[in-house]
């Protein structure tokens, strides 16, 4: 069973997926979250263009494994990585903060965000 469970957490494609979804996914909460709009904007163009590449990065991974040939990668992924991570870190209080909940009841995506952001600097640190 502990096989099993690690060898989900070793699937990097995977979790570099999920990375990447939550946080193009975050990018429609940044309206409700911020007040300024050059900060709104900001953390919405940093916040997509990190979850993009991530995203991108888990599917070429994934291709790679599917058909065996070598696919592009993504340049800086420790980079990346650590952004990503931190990122989907910050986004938990929006889950955390009473009055900043938009889901509270996606109990699911508050537990997927916090694992997805520790993964991704494990990841980040392994390199």
Do not use: C
């Amino acid at each position: 069973m502990i096989e099993f469970f690690r060898d989900i957490f070793l699937m990097q494609w995977l979790w570099t997926i999920f990375a990447g979804f939550y946080l193009v996914a975050y990018t429609f909460w940044i309206p409700g979250m911020f007040n300024r709009i050059f900060l709104k904007i900001s953390i919405f163009a940093i916040t997509l263009i990190i979850g993009g590449g991530l995203l991108a990065e888990g599917f070429l991974r994934a291709m790679e494994l599917d058909s065996g040939s070598v696919m592009p990668g993504l340049p800086f992924k420790q980079i990346w990585m650590v952004l990503g991570g931190l990122f989907l870190l910050g986004y938990l209080s929006v889950y955390i903060a009473p009055k900043g909940r938009i889901v509270a009841h996606w109990a699911l995506d508050m537990v997927i965000t916090l694992v997805a952001g520790v993964v991704m600097l494990a990841y980040s640190a392994a390199y």
